[in-house]
Protein backbone atom coordinates (compact mmCIF):
# COMPACT_ATOMS: atom_id res chain seq x y z
CA UNK A 1 0.00 0.00 0.00
CA UNK A 2 2.84 2.69 0.89
CA UNK A 3 5.76 2.31 -1.25
CA UNK A 4 9.03 4.01 0.20
CA UNK A 5 12.00 5.18 -2.16
CA UNK A 6 14.84 5.23 0.04
CA UNK A 7 17.04 6.71 -2.93
CA UNK A 8 14.70 10.10 -3.04
CA UNK A 9 15.11 13.27 -1.58
CA UNK A 10 12.15 13.71 -0.62
CA UNK A 11 12.19 12.95 3.23
CA UNK A 12 10.53 9.86 4.22
CA UNK A 13 7.71 11.05 6.59
CA UNK A 14 7.13 13.56 3.49
CA UNK A 15 6.82 9.86 1.36
CA UNK A 16 4.47 8.50 3.34
CA UNK A 17 2.23 11.77 3.51
CA UNK A 18 2.11 12.25 -0.05
CA UNK A 19 1.18 8.04 -0.69
CA UNK A 20 -1.55 8.34 2.23
CA UNK A 21 -3.34 11.29 -0.09
CA UNK A 22 -2.31 10.04 -3.20
CA UNK A 23 -4.58 6.70 -1.97
CA UNK A 24 -7.47 9.19 -0.57
CA UNK A 25 -7.61 11.11 -4.22
CA UNK A 26 -7.44 7.45 -6.10
CA UNK A 27 -10.59 6.75 -3.88
CA UNK A 28 -9.01 3.65 -2.15
CA UNK A 29 -8.83 5.00 1.19
CA UNK A 30 -12.70 6.03 1.86
CA UNK A 31 -13.56 7.79 4.74
CA UNK A 32 -13.16 6.10 8.05
CA UNK A 33 -10.91 3.86 6.76
CA UNK A 34 -8.42 2.78 9.79
CA UNK A 35 -5.13 3.41 8.85
CA UNK A 36 -2.40 0.78 9.56
CA UNK A 37 -0.68 1.23 13.55
CA UNK A 38 2.13 3.58 13.08
CA UNK A 39 4.32 -0.03 14.59
CA UNK A 40 2.94 -1.91 11.67
CA UNK A 41 4.08 0.93 9.22
CA UNK A 42 6.99 1.49 10.40
CA UNK A 43 7.71 -2.72 10.42
CA UNK A 44 6.26 -3.21 7.04
CA UNK A 45 8.18 -0.54 5.12
CA UNK A 46 11.63 -0.81 7.63
CA UNK A 47 11.46 2.80 8.97
CA UNK A 48 11.85 4.43 12.23
CA UNK A 49 8.60 4.08 14.14
CA UNK A 50 8.88 8.04 14.80
CA UNK A 51 9.22 8.80 10.97
CA UNK A 52 5.75 7.01 10.55
CA UNK A 53 4.17 8.82 13.42
CA UNK A 54 5.42 12.53 12.39
CA UNK A 55 3.88 11.96 8.73
CA UNK A 56 0.56 10.74 10.77
CA UNK A 57 0.36 14.03 12.93
CA UNK A 58 1.24 16.12 9.75
CA UNK A 59 -1.59 13.86 8.35
CA UNK A 60 -4.15 14.53 11.39
CA UNK A 61 -2.96 18.49 11.87
CA UNK A 62 -3.83 18.84 8.15
CA UNK A 63 -7.73 17.52 8.57
CA UNK A 64 -6.65 14.60 6.24
CA UNK A 65 -6.76 12.37 9.35
CA UNK A 66 -8.19 11.65 12.80
CA UNK A 67 -7.32 10.08 15.45
CA UNK A 68 -9.24 7.76 18.16
CA UNK A 69 -7.03 7.07 21.65
CA UNK A 70 -6.82 3.20 21.61
CA UNK A 71 -8.29 2.79 18.42
CA UNK A 72 -5.46 4.37 15.74
CA UNK A 73 -5.58 6.45 13.14
CA UNK A 74 -8.78 7.19 10.44
CA UNK A 75 -9.44 8.72 7.33
CA UNK A 76 -11.42 12.06 7.59
CA UNK A 77 -14.62 12.38 5.72
CA UNK A 78 -13.64 16.43 5.95
CA UNK A 79 -11.32 15.31 2.54
CA UNK A 80 -13.47 14.69 -0.71
CA UNK A 81 -11.91 12.86 -3.25
CA UNK A 82 -11.12 16.39 -5.15
CA UNK A 83 -9.63 17.84 -2.36
CA UNK A 84 -6.87 15.26 -1.80
CA UNK A 85 -6.17 15.23 -5.54
CA UNK A 86 -5.74 19.25 -5.07
CA UNK A 87 -3.99 18.38 -2.03
CA UNK A 88 -1.53 16.55 -3.55
CA UNK A 89 -1.12 18.57 -7.02
CA UNK A 90 -0.55 21.42 -4.44
CA UNK A 91 2.31 19.54 -2.54
CA UNK A 92 4.01 18.64 -5.95
CA UNK A 93 3.68 22.30 -7.71
CA UNK A 94 5.54 23.59 -4.26
CA UNK A 95 8.01 20.81 -5.07
CA UNK A 96 8.32 21.92 -8.57
CA UNK A 97 8.75 25.24 -7.67
CA UNK A 98 11.17 25.16 -5.22
CA UNK A 99 13.95 23.12 -7.44
CA UNK A 100 13.16 25.32 -9.83
CA UNK A 101 14.14 27.98 -7.52
CA UNK A 102 17.10 26.38 -5.89
CA UNK A 103 18.49 25.56 -9.72
CA UNK A 104 18.49 29.69 -9.97
CA UNK A 105 14.88 30.29 -11.26
CA UNK A 106 14.12 33.76 -9.87
CA UNK A 107 10.78 34.40 -8.06
CA UNK A 108 9.79 36.91 -11.35
CA UNK A 109 10.73 33.99 -13.63
CA UNK A 110 8.67 31.79 -11.79
CA UNK A 111 5.46 33.85 -11.72
CA UNK A 112 6.03 34.65 -15.40
CA UNK A 113 5.56 31.26 -15.93
CA UNK A 114 2.78 30.61 -13.55
CA UNK A 115 1.02 33.01 -15.68
CA UNK A 116 1.70 32.07 -18.55
CA UNK A 117 0.53 28.51 -17.78
CA UNK A 118 -2.63 29.71 -16.40
CA UNK A 119 -3.21 31.98 -19.87
CA UNK A 120 -2.83 29.85 -21.86
CA UNK A 121 -4.92 26.92 -19.84
CA UNK A 122 -2.47 24.34 -20.06
Given amino acids: MITINFQSR?????QIYDDIVR??????LKADTKLPTVRSLAVETGINPNTVSKAYKMLEMDG???SVVGK???VSDKLSQSDAIKTREEEKTKKRISEAYKNGLSKNEIIDIVNEVVKEGK
Avoid: H, R
Wanted: net charge neutral; proline share 6%.
Fill in 72 to 74: GSF
Fill in 10 to 14: TPIYQ
Fill in 23 to 28: LIALGV
Fill in 64 to 66: ITY
